[in-house]
């Protein structure tokens, strides 16, 4: 799992059929000290039904099995999901 700040939509005129409804979006993960800086490399992460955009901060899962268990389909051919949009993060003294 890792915090993430979405930045971007993505679209496909065509989708596995497992992935029909799900909202495709560019996530990149955030320095857990400095929310508003960005490191890593871009990943596409589906939203798991959570009604996350541009802009939000969210929980990401990169891990397949849960991933699926997060949008109730077992066949989907997904690995990261968005989990959850964070209203605040507190570290060491720090929101």
Do not use: C, Y
């Not at 989990?83 to 570290?91: K, L, N, Q, S």
């Amino acid at each position: 799992m890792f915090v993430a700040k979405v930045i971007g939509n993505v679209w496909a005129t065509r989708k596995h059929t497992g992935l029909k409804n799900a909202t495709m979006l560019l996530v990149k993960a955030v320095d857990p000290m400095d929310n508003n800086k960005l490191v890593g490399e871009a990943t596409l992460a589906l939203d798991g039904n959570q009604g996350a955009g541009p802009g939000d901060i969210v929980l990401i899962v990169d891990e397949g099995g849960s991933a699926r268990k997060i949008l109730k389909n077992s066949k989907a051919p997904v690995r990261t999901v968005i989990a959850g949009i964070v209203d605040t993060v507190h570290i060491t003294g720090k929101d």
